[in-house]
């Protein structure tokens, strides 16, 4: 009796495993395994998508935070930059606009010694002007080197750091930031008719070989204090004034 009853339990443990495993089951478990496979491939596709444009993103941040970003600057009155994180972009010659001639651009430019050119004529119209720039002060400020009617150069450095700031008025950086260089502010002198900027003229300026001529220009002269609204003290009436470029 008890082998009868066995027996019939092992016969329907084997109609059961054949129904469960009949043509339509099997093919509804593959149906779903190939739905499942189809949407991991999905999920897989748009998770290497998100990872390719995550890293496109870190790199730009890592570009622009590295060596390629930073802050630039010109350095007027040298052709080489600090050795202090700087690095040289490029070479070139201060100029500008005629003194003398009203119109024009009213700041100085950094133009380098390797132009290129586009569509162009060499005959002479009515327009706008360059020409190279010229110190206009003695070498009294610069221990006693002839600068006067030197032409300009100078030169635009890439810093690391990524703000700049040039204070007038100063040698020394405040705490925290770093000093590129200083040196004199200087501007186109008042009564010209070509107004400009002021810039910062470099402690130890460099002239450019064979520039010597008097061609005036673009021209390089010290700024003074003027008290009035310019409170004195501090300042001082036409004492010449500091200058420093910053970087933090």
């Not at 009949?22 to 093919?27: G, K, V």
């Not at 998770?47 to 730009?60: G, K, P």
């Not at 003194?99 to 009515?126: F, M, R």
């Amino acid at each position: 009796m008890i082998i009868a009853v066995s027996f019939g339990l092992l016969r329907a443990d084997e109609n059961k495993r054949v129904l469960l495993h009949s043509d339509e089951y099997l093919n509804q478990a593959y149906q779903t395994l190939a739905l499942e496979v189809q949407t991991m491939k999905s999920t897989m596709s748009s998770l290497t998508s998100t990872v390719s444009t995550l890293t496109s993103a870190v790199a730009v941040l890592q570009a622009s935070s590295g060596n390629n970003g930073g802050s630039v600057y010109v350095r007027w009155g040298r052709n080489s930059c600090p050795v202090n994180g700087s690095s040289l972009v490029y070479a070139g010659l201060a100029g500008g606009s005629f003194y003398s001639t009203p119109g024009g651009g009213s700041n100085y430019i950094c133009l380098p010694t390797d132009p290129q050119w586009a569509h162009y004529s060499d005959s002479v119209s009515s327009s706008g002007k360059v020409f190279g720039a010229e110190y206009q002060f003695d070498g009294a400020f610069f221990g006693g080197r002839t600068l006067y009617q030197e032409d300009v150069p100078c030169s635009v450095c890439q810093s690391t750091r990524t703000r700049m700031l040039m204070i007038p008025g100063r040698l020394e950086c405040y705490p925290g930031w770093t000093k590129e260089y200083n040196g004199y502010l200087v501007s186109e002198r008042e009564g010209d008719a070509s107004s400009s900027e002021y810039v910062c003229l470099d402690s130890k300026p460099e002239i450019v070989i064979g520039g010597h001529r008097n061609e005036n220009g673009r021209l390089f002269y010290l700024v003074e204090g003027s008290c009035g609204s310019l409170k004195c003290a501090p300042y001082v009436n036409g004492r010449e004034r500091t200058c420093v470029v910053r970087t933090m």
